[in-house]
């Protein structure tokens, strides 16, 4: 599966991947302003679900990000959990907001 990337005159963008037919099939949207990664909504069809794709997915964002000195909000809980289970190797781009999501709306229970 190759991660595919695009990103609109406006800066918001997404990783996402499509399977043979051109039909995607998970994605990573977010939105670029000033010098934050607004990463709001990651997706993996319902019969993919527990693969590792929506891993993958944020794996090239944490990649795009550091490489084009960026910082990361995330407003999607699946990449919060994310950032929450590992807080050292995301400290240098995770912007932490005090009205962060939970991790429940995306069906994760954070590590305790």
Same mark, same amino acid.
């Given at each position: 599966?190759?991660?595919?990337?695009?990103?609109?005159?406006? !800066?918001?963008?997404?990783?996402?991947?499509?399977?043979?037919? !051109?039909? =995607?099939?998970?994605?990573?949207?977010?939105?670029? #302003?000033?010098?934050?990664?607004?990463?709001?909504? &990651?997706?993996?069809? !319902?019969?993919?679900?527990? =693969?590792?794709?929506?891993?993958?997915?944020?794996?090239?964002?944490?990649?795009?990000?550091?490489?084009?000195?960026?910082? /990361?909000?995330?407003?999607?809980?699946?990449?919060? /959990?994310?950032?929450? %289970?590992?807080?050292? =190797?995301? #400290? $240098?781009?995770?912007? %932490? $907001? #005090?009205?962060?999501? &939970?991790?429940?709306?995306?069906?994760?229970?954070?590590? !305790?």
């Amino acid at each position: 599966m190759d991660i595919q990337f695009k990103i609109d005159e406006q !800066k918001r963008g997404s990783f996402f991947i499509e399977n043979n037919h !051109k039909q =995607q099939i998970a994605e990573l949207d977010f939105e670029i #302003k000033d010098d934050v990664l607004n990463a709001y909504h &990651t997706g993996v069809r !319902k019969e993919l679900e527990g =693969q590792g794709i929506a891993g993958k997915l944020f794996d090239e964002m944490v990649d795009y990000a550091r490489s084009n000195n960026l910082k /990361v909000l995330p407003s999607c809980s699946y990449i919060l /959990v994310k950032f929450k %289970r590992n807080e050292d =190797q995301y #400290k $240098d781009i995770w912007i %932490r $907001d #005090k009205d962060e999501p &939970t991790g429940e709306a995306c069906g994760i229970k954070p590590k !305790k």
